[in-house]
């Protein structure tokens, strides 16, 4: 059995995601797990150099978690043939003109989403790629949560029948941070000209969500809002948040599934999770959070009375039967193993950056059904 090297130019990792679930619980752990275990019993293992604006952050950054490599100094690491990948999680903004800067130079391409702020920039980046050839991909975390890995098998086992339905519930109260509760997401999220809005972030999530779980999606009908129209930075500095914070999507998917999903910053908590999934069809229902699911047969569900005179006796939590677990390992990790196996072994790959596409597609079309207050169609991308 033989250890090969995979270089890994990671850009954006002071950032909280790229800090904490790409360097930390993803590239960090395979490294103290020693490395990719290959279909051919070999081991890759992932050698990163950690790349930012500030050169003393990310030599800090490097020497905490065992890393020998880092600069400040993004044209020399793409210029170095040792190192294969580049990584990126930095701003939404930047992403685009980073992804062809390093498909120039030859890197094979990972990044997060959405992969670009703009339709047109999206599908040009992923054009790019594949006239020259370099394997890509984009991060879809929330395909590999346990809660919707269960949604999967149960939909694969056949419990829930004929889809009819899903609903989703995501979100928080994201604090205003004018009355002694410091905000608990980055200010540049609520603001338009640097790339904010929860459109533009969650509907990239949710279409591959439901492409891959629910039915293919045809059409979209979103309404936004920006509830809060002011907020305090990380200085403590008060700014006009014109960004929406808020998004009530409908969508009508292949086979005759309608989802409709509510996202929003400014919602306080009263469900199983910060979100959850309710799936419905015609043998069961199931509700999935971040990690667990919760199903209900057609041969377990109660008969309740309608009756407005008389306090509810049922308590309708009790009624449904846990999914056991199918494995709890971060899903940001799962991917990364998947990916470098891609890189180094060619196995098959589903995330490539069409699927960056789709979400950047479906995010500017509900921003287009906001603004015109009609449903969309969603056409077929093809590269």
């Known amino acids: 059995m033989a250890t090969r090297r995979l270089g890994i130019v990671m850009y954006g990792v002071t950032g909280r995601m790229g800090l904490n679930q790409h360097l930390i619980r993803s590239i960090v752990a395979i490294r103290g797990q020693g490395g990719v275990l290959l279909p051919n019993g070999d081991r890759v293992m992932p050698d990163p150099i950690l790349v930012g604006r500030n050169a003393r952050k990310v030599a800090a950054l490097a020497k905490q978690y065992g890393i020998e490599r880092s600069t400040a100094d993004l044209d020399a690491a793409l210029k170095n043939p040792a190192d294969e990948v580049f990584f990126d999680a930095a701003t939404t903004q930047m992403r685009a003109d980073l992804l062809t800067q390093a498909i120039e130079a030859g890197k094979h391409i990972y990044c997060e989403k959405p992969i670009a702020d703009t339709y047109e920039k999206a599908i040009k980046v992923a054009r790019f790629a594949q006239t020259k050839g370099v394997k890509n991909g984009v991060v879809q975390d929330k395909l590999f949560l346990p809660g919707l890995r269960k949604i999967k098998l149960l939909r694969d086992s056949g419990f829930f029948g004929r889809m009819l339905s899903m609903r989703g519930e995501f979100g928080y109260w994201v604090f205003e941070g004018d009355w002694g509760q410091p905000a608990q997401r980055p200010s540049w999220n609520y603001r338009k000209a640097d790339g904010g809005g929860i459109i533009l972030d969650m509907l990239c999530h949710w279409r591959y969500v439901l492409d891959n779980l629910f039915g293919k999606v045809l059409a979209v009908s979103c309404l936004g809002a920006t509830h809060i129209p002011s907020r305090v930075d990380e200085n403590g500095k008060t700014y006009e948040a014109d960004a929406d914070d808020a998004a009530y999507a409908t969508f009508q998917l292949e086979g005759g599934v309608v989802a409709h999903i509510n996202s929003s910053w400014d919602v306080r908590v009263r469900r199983d999770d910060l979100v959850t999934f309710q799936v419905d069809g015609t043998h069961g229902s199931a509700v999935a959070g971040l990690t667990k699911c919760f199903s209900q047969h057609r041969v377990n569900t109660p008969r309740p009375v309608w009756n407005p005179d008389m306090p509810q006796t049922m308590?309708?939590?009790?009624?449904?039967?846990?999914?056991?677990?199918?494995?709890?390992?971060?899903?940001?990790?799962?991917?990364?193993?998947?990916?470098?196996?891609?890189?180094t072994a060619d196995t098959p790959w589903h995330h490539?950056?069409?699927?960056?596409?789709?979400?950047?597609?479906?995010?500017?079309?509900?921003?287009?059904?906001?603004?015109?207050?009609?449903?969309?169609?969603?056409?077929?991308?093809?590269?």
């Open 315 to 343: 308590n309708f939590f009790d009624q449904w039967e846990e999914v056991p677990d199918v494995g709890s390992e971060n899903g940001f990790k799962i991917q990364w193993e998947d990916f470098i196996r891609h890189v």
């Open 352 to 383: 490539g950056l069409i699927e960056g596409v789709k979400g950047v597609q479906l995010a500017e079309l509900g921003m287009q059904s906001w603004a015109e207050r009609r449903w969309i169609d969603v056409p077929a991308i093809k590269l």
